[in-house]
């Protein structure tokens, strides 16, 4: 059963960078079968797709956050990861790592749990 | 940009039959998935490809998308499925949309 983990501190300073990790087990992120995403949601408000990576190379962004985001994949500890810059607190929220399904970026079909980052001084 | 629209909030009563809708321009030429979302729950895929279930999905969730229009449709709605539900499809150039979400409240 795949399992998705995120990782990483709760709270980060404006104008710093969020860095955030999503172990995967039960899986590879080696396979050329997928790619991996990163989707939030702030309190009480609903969901924001903020990109998607294959190990590969190839990525999406949603393009108001492209200039701010990386996403990249390492295999070696089978972890993908994402890193947002220059952040406010409307970056406050909960953020989810998860999985597209195989040879498709159209929806989403495995999740992690989400961790909650707080933008604040 | 590409927008999925949907109505903030529902209710309907045990075993009445619910339709949340999800509208988008041309919606219908795209693939619709939707999601439900339990408070303080990660979301979990009900449909994808407009009415396709993933396994362990109860049969009384189904789907379609035509027009401008998709919609879910909980047959037999129980307790339990009372949740937060969101559309998402992928778009040629804002790729994964979702939309703002409805609430449905089983009472």
């Known amino acids: 059963q795949l399992q998705l983990q995120e990782s990483g501190p709760g709270l980060v300073k404006p104008s710093e960078t969020l860095s955030l990790t999503c172990t995967v087990s039960?899986?590879?992120?080696?396979?050329?079968?997928?790619?991996w995403g990163w989707i939030r949601q702030p309190p009480g408000k609903g969901l924001e797709w903020i990109g998607s990576?294959?190990?590969?190379?190839?990525?999406y962004f949603h393009p108001s956050l492209k200039s701010r985001v990386i996403i990249s994949v390492d295999t070696s500890k089978n972890q993908f990861s994402l890193n947002l810059n220059s952040v406010t607190v409307a970056d406050t929220a909960v953020y989810y790592c998860?999985?597209?399904?195989?040879?498709?970026?159209?929806?989403?079909?495995?999740w992690g749990q989400g961790i909650l980052v707080t933008v604040s001084s | 940009s590409y927008e999925l629209t949907q109505a903030p909030s529902m209710s309907v009563s045990p075993g009445q039959t619910a339709s949340i809708t999800c509208s988008g321009d041309?919606?219908?030429?795209?693939?619709a998935s939707w999601y439900q979302q339990k408070p303080g729950q990660s979301p979990v895929l009900v449909l994808y490809?407009?009415?396709k279930r993933p396994s362990g999905i109860p049969e009384r969730f189904s789907g379609s998308n035509s027009g401008n229009t998709a919609t879910l449709t909980i047959s037999g709605t129980q307790a339990m499925d009372e949740a937060d539900y969101y559309c998402?499809?992928?778009?040629?150039?804002?790729?994964?949309?979702f939309g703002g979400g409805t609430k449905l409240t089983v009472l």
């Open positions: 998860a999985r597209h399904p195989p040879g498709s970026v159209e929806y989403f079909d495995y």
């Open positions: 039960g899986g590879s992120t080696r396979s050329n079968s997928y790619h």
């Open positions: 990576v294959h190990y590969r190379g190839s990525t």
């Open positions: 041309k919606l219908g030429d795209k693939y």
């Open positions: 490809q407009d009415d």
């Open positions: 998402q499809a992928w778009d040629s150039s804002s790729f994964v949309v």
